[in-house]
């Protein structure tokens, strides 16, 4: 096998009765990640099949590394709920969800990222998505979610082209702190506002990129978010919003 490539792991089908039709003929450009927050696989799979509880994924992915396929790729699930990236406001009609079994507060597995990489190859592959377009729950809705959380492992997808990471090093410092984040955040993906004030997009991007940093925005901030917004701005990528 070449470095880094990723495992093509058996899929189940278990039909989720909780889908739809994708709005207006929306084609999947987004895919977004989560974890479960639930102690078992088991649980997890009976919430995201219970018609009850109005959610549901695409995808569910065990720790052991098995992988559920509940919703058709064509259909319109309902994991991501009232949330932005960009211009898609309905994330849901534009995006495969992923759920992971993890509770939140621990490392996920290594058969799980394993089962996890070759899934988002192939999605990626079907629908033409760009690794800059493979995001987290929290990107989507900062003020609501922090999923997949801090425990994950967002630099190893980047090192294997399935996510992207960035090289602050190279990205010049904006003159004025808050308003060159924002700015950039903005350009980025996250969409500030109401729904997502400042401190809230902060919190999100550092569960995702600075997971170990606390306290107020910084420089390093600010040099992470201008490359990525540099790099892969989102109005290239997202051409039909």
């Known amino acids: 096998m070449r470095p880094g490539a990723a495992v093509r792991a058996v899929i189940h089908r278990h039909p989720s009765p909780n889908c739809g039709p994708r709005r207006q003929g929306a084609r999947p450009d987004l895919i977004v990640l989560h974890y479960t927050g639930m102690q078992s696989f088991a649980a997890a799979r009976d919430r995201l099949c ?47 969800g992923l759920e992971l079994v993890n509770t939140g507060a621990h490392p996920f597995p290594e058969p799980q990222m394993a089962a996890l990489e070759g899934l988002l190859r192939g999605i990626m592959d079907r629908w033409i998505i760009p690794p800059e377009r493979v995001i987290a729950h929290s990107d989507v809705a900062p003020q609501r979610k922090s999923d997949p959380g801090p425990r994950f492992d967002w630099r190893r997808l980047a090192i294997r082209g399935l996510s ?13 702190t808050v308003g060159g984040f924002a700015d950039d955040a903005r350009k980025f993906g996250y969409a500030l506002g109401d729904l997502a004030p400042l401190e809230d997009v902060l919190r999100a991007f550092r569960l995702r990129f600075r997971p170990a940093a606390s306290g107020p925005l910084d420089d390093v901030d600010c040099r992470l978010i201008a490359d990525l917004a540099r790099r892969f701005p989102v109005d290239r990528a997202d051409t039909s919003a």
């Not at 509940?70 to 009232?82: I, T």
């Not at 992207?164 to 004025?176: D, F, I, N, R, S």
């Open 164 to 176: 992207v990471w960035p090289q602050g090093h190279t990205a010049k410092l904006a003159a004025e």
């Open 50 to 96: 219970d018609p009850a509880s109005e959610v549901s994924a695409h995808y569910l992915i065990t720790e052991r590394g098995g992988i559920l396929h509940l919703v058709k790729e064509e259909m319109r699930a309902w994991h991501a709920g009232a949330g932005q990236w960009g211009g898609v406001s309905d994330v849901n009609s534009r995006s495969i």
